[in-house]
């Protein structure tokens, strides 16, 4: 076995289990080289895109535009700057996909400080463990264990720049560690590290419906925009999970005591989408020069800041009854979103639920969510519960736990 292969293989276990390749529309003999096969947008290091905390969580995987809290990093940074309180800390723990396996667990670690009135800093560690495994050769022979593992460290720097209005750049560390140190024919693989940024605004104002007192939101981050990842010393490297968010939420309080925040969001993953490739009579890739020829679709071999922007347009297409292909209709199956719900109770008590929706042909991630928070003095709890539409998904009874404090109510200024 080749140290690419090893490496390829690992890298799409790893995908596989954490991922839209879930989906529960393949089926054998899907993806066998037709032009019409499931198309999921793929990157490296998906952990970056698992909603780390619970109420976003409880909300259909929501954030972009929510009130501020301490794990806006996550969603949006930039809400930072509109935080209430002095400094925070949380810290959220979720047994992954217990239904498969019992020993993949994901962790996260975020504080927040304001420097002034106009600006926040923050920092976050994700930790994600995938268990213990083996490696074994291509004869089955057992090789070493592994217990492979991935982790980001980050840091913002959010500002308000107006009453209604902040920005905020987030820096990255990226390490995916999933076989290193495991030699395959006198090569070495590595752990593969990375570095990226996210760009981020949000906006709130206050509104008058129905003589209620309402927060109006919106929300973009552009996140993990970074160089591709590599797992060994030769040129193969993939993409960051480079994603747009974007969102809006409306919280209406409806006396002193209770209050509702109504809220979606819409993600599309900046990453090139899988080629249609030629294929020969017998079913092997046409190539040339070593290439494999494409059909439809464009090249996906190119670079970070190109693959942004081709993202929008490079999809092979859906055919059409008269035989044409719409590149349109199959990048709005790419666009994924999410709607939620949080009622709050005298800013103490609050009760989440949301829904979450990915393409079938995208990957099929279609799941409810509940949650509940409370809220006491500086001291946060809160859970979410994960409920997929349709049976036998390894998503099932995904639970998140997030403990959190918030010190020094401090207020926002009214005028800047």
């Known amino acids: 076995m080749s140290l690419?292969?090893?490496?390829?293989?690992?890298?799409?276990?790893?995908?596989t289990i954490t991922t839209n390749v879930f989906s529960q529309s393949i089926t054998p003999g899907q993806l066998n080289g037709s032009e019409d096969d499931t198309r999921p947008v793929e990157s490296a290091?998906?952990?970056?895109?698992?909603?780390?905390?619970?109420?976003?969580?409880?909300?259909?995987?929501?954030?972009a535009a929510t009130s501020p809290d301490i794990n806006s990093m996550h969603w949006n940074p930039a809400k930072y700057a509109f935080i209430?309180?002095?400094f925070g800390v949380s810290f959220s723990y979720?047994?992954?996909?217990?239904?498969?396996?019992?020993?993949?667990?994901?962790?996260?670690?975020?504080?927040?400080?304001r420097l002034d009135k106009y600006q926040v800093i923050a920092a976050s560690l994700r930790y994600f463990s995938l268990g213990e495994i083996e490696f074994r050769n291509e004869q089955g022979e057992f090789i070493k264990p592994a217990k492979p593992n991935e982790l980001a460290v980050d840091a913002t720097y959010s500002r308000l720049?107006?009453?209604?209005?902040?920005?905020?750049?987030?820096?990255?560390?990226?390490n995916s560690n999933l076989a290193s140190g495991l030699s395959v024919m006198g090569v070495d693989s590595k752990a593969g590290q990375s570095f990226a940024v996210d760009v981020?605004?949000?906006?709130?104002?206050?509104?008058?419906?129905?003589?209620?007192?309402?927060?109006l939101s919106f929300g973009l981050n552009i996140s993990n925009i970074g160089k591709k990842i590599s797992y060994g010393n030769d040129a193969n490297k993939d993409f960051l999970p480079t994603n747009m968010r974007l969102g809006g939420a409306l919280c209406i309080d409806i006396n002193s005591y209770n209050s509702f925040t109504f809220a979606a969001d819409l993600n599309k993953l900046l990453v090139p989408t899988p080629p249609i490739y030629w294929t020969s009579v017998n079913g092997g890739d046409t190539t040339a020069n070593g290439n494999k020829i494409i059909k439809y679709g464009k090249d996906p071999n190119i670079s970070v800041v190109s693959g942004i922007f081709q993202s929008f347009y490079d999809a092979p297409g859906v055919p059409n009854k008269d035989g044409h292909r719409s590149v349109l209709k199959e990048e709005?199956?790419?666009?994924?979103?999410?709607?939620?719900?949080?009622?709050?109770?005298?800013?103490?008590?609050?009760?989440?639920?949301g829904y979450f929706h990915e393409n079938q042909y995208k990957g099929n991630r279609k799941f409810f969510t509940l949650g509940l928070g409370l809220r006491l003095n500086v001291f946060g709890i809160d859970f979410s519960y994960l409920v997929p539409t349709h049976a036998n998904n390894p998503l099932a009874n995904t639970l998140r736990f997030t403990l959190s404090f918030d010190f020094g109510s401090t207020k926002k200024p009214k005028n800047l």
Do not use: C
Not at 4 to 15: G, M, P, V
Not at 94 to 113: K, Q
Not at 161 to 174: P, Q, T
Not at 339 to 353: P, S
């Open 4 to 15: 690419k292969k090893l490496i390829t293989y690992t890298a799409t276990l790893l995908l």
């Open 45 to 63: 290091v998906p952990f970056l895109t698992i909603a780390p905390e619970s109420r976003g969580g409880a909300m259909g995987d929501i954030g």
């Open 84 to 86: 209430d309180n002095k």
């Open 94 to 113: 979720t047994p992954w996909l217990r239904n498969l396996v019992s020993d993949i667990d994901l962790g996260y670690l975020v504080g927040y400080y």
């Open 161 to 174: 720049f107006g009453e209604h209005f902040s920005g905020a750049l987030a820096f990255r560390y990226i």
């Open 200 to 215: 981020a605004t949000y906006y709130n104002n206050t509104v008058r419906i129905s003589d209620k007192d309402s927060k």
């Open 332 to 353: 709005l199956r790419e666009v994924y979103y999410s709607i939620g719900l949080e009622y709050w109770y005298r800013k103490q008590f609050a009760i989440r639920g």
